[in-house]
């Protein structure tokens, strides 16, 4: 017995659960989980589904291509570790959360290897033998940089997605196409508020009364992905930006962290821009 997850994402038509039910029911599949979601503007319907049994992937899959509508997004995910590479630059605070979850088994994936452009946060990343490589940025052009670090990640094999912890460097468009929508971003900001840095002075400057993070998968427009996750916390006219910060933070790698399992779990649909998350 196995148990896998099947993502569907599709256009919208009548009768779509029936029929991928029916399929399951056809299978002897039983249903752990279902989750629907009709987007009526767009006409596009979204369905993660639990199933164990006796299961033949590639037949599961065939059979439901066979009753949805053409160009449906069809995924049979067998439930296991992802690997995942970290990048960070100086802070520790998300990094440091994500370490510690990965070592009491709350982290359901594999920590290939952290990679950062500085050696500073090396000694605290052996104690969890995890690989750190340094690639340092001085005295390199931002796409030679960038070049050494995609060589890096590429020598490691079936690297499902790239965590941004705190990685301090905008991210040219060649390193975001070679890895297309695997990497997540924290943003130290409600988005889309106060994009760029220190969004927490800018908070300040602005008098807001709540602060926030913002975790997001990467593209082209600078901390513009769609989004995955997001917290607030309320503050007042007694903190200064440095108080903000702190508070802050601890937004930061909680939400990271969330989004990060939401991802491991295969709940995140991505279209136009947007999630939908199960």
């Given at each position: 017995?196995s148990?896998?997850?099947?993502?569907?994402?599709?256009n919208?038509e009548?009768?779509?659960?029936?029929?991928v039910s029916?399929?399951?029911?056809?299978?002897?599949?039983?249903?752990i989980?279902?989750?629907?979601?009709v987007?009526?503007d767009?006409?596009?319907?979204?369905?993660?589904?639990?199933?164990?049994?006796?299961?033949?992937?590639?037949?599961?899959?065939?059979?439901?291509?066979?009753?949805?509508?053409?160009?449906?997004?069809?995924?049979?995910?067998?439930p296991?570790?992802k690997n995942?590479i970290?990048?960070?630059?100086?802070?520790?605070?998300?990094?440091?959360?994500?370490?510690?979850?990965?070592e009491?088994?709350?982290?359901?994936?594999?920590?290939l290897?952290?990679?950062?452009?500085?050696?500073?946060?090396?000694?605290?990343?052996?104690?969890?033998?995890?690989p750190?490589?340094?690639i340092?940025?001085?005295n390199l052009?931002?796409?030679e940089?960038?070049?050494?670090?995609?060589e890096a990640?590429?020598?490691?094999?079936?690297?499902?997605?790239?965590?941004?912890?705190?990685y301090?460097?905008?991210?040219?468009?060649?390193f975001?196409?070679?890895?297309?929508?695997?990497i997540?971003?924290i943003?130290?900001?409600?988005?889309?508020?106060?994009?760029?840095a220190?969004?927490?002075?800018?908070?300040?400057?602005?008098?807001?009364k709540?602060?926030?993070?913002?975790?997001h998968f990467?593209?082209?427009?600078?901390?513009e992905?769609?989004?995955?996750?997001?917290?607030?916390?309320?503050?007042?006219?007694a903190?200064?930006?440095?108080?903000?910060?702190?508070?802050?933070?601890?937004?930061?790698k909680?939400v990271?962290?969330?989004?990060l399992?939401?991802?491991?779990e295969d709940?995140?649909f991505v279209?136009?821009?947007?999630?939908?998350?199960?």
């Amino acid at each position: 017995m196995s148990k896998y997850r099947v993502l569907i994402d599709a256009n919208d038509e009548k009768g779509l659960v029936y029929k991928v039910s029916t399929i399951f029911f056809e299978k002897d599949l039983n249903i752990i989980s279902n989750s629907e979601f009709v987007d009526k503007d767009n006409n596009k319907f979204f369905m993660r589904s639990v199933v164990d049994g006796d299961i033949d992937k590639e037949a599961l899959h065939t059979a439901i291509k066979a009753v949805l509508p053409q160009n449906s997004s069809i995924k049979v995910i067998e439930p296991k570790k992802k690997n995942i590479i970290i990048m960070a630059t100086k802070e520790l605070h998300a990094l440091g959360d994500i370490l510690i979850r990965h070592e009491s088994g709350e982290l359901d994936a594999n920590i290939l290897a952290v990679v950062s452009n500085y050696d500073k946060l090396e000694s605290v990343v052996s104690k969890f033998n995890i690989p750190y490589i340094t690639i340092s940025h001085e005295n390199l052009e931002r796409h030679e940089h960038e070049n050494k670090i995609i060589e890096a990640i590429q020598s490691y094999e079936d690297v499902d997605y790239i965590v941004l912890a705190k990685y301090m460097r905008i991210l040219t468009p060649n390193f975001v196409k070679a890895f297309e929508d695997k990497i997540i971003n924290i943003h130290h900001s409600f988005l889309p508020a106060f994009i760029g840095a220190n969004p927490y002075k800018q908070a300040y400057d602005r008098g807001v009364k709540i602060i926030g993070a913002t975790a997001h998968f990467v593209n082209n427009n600078l901390d513009e992905g769609p989004i995955i996750a997001q917290e607030v916390k309320h503050v007042n006219h007694a903190y200064s930006w440095k108080d903000m910060q702190r508070s802050g933070r601890d937004v930061e790698k909680v939400v990271l962290s969330r989004a990060l399992k939401l991802a491991l779990e295969d709940r995140i649909f991505v279209y136009a821009n947007k999630t939908v998350i199960f």
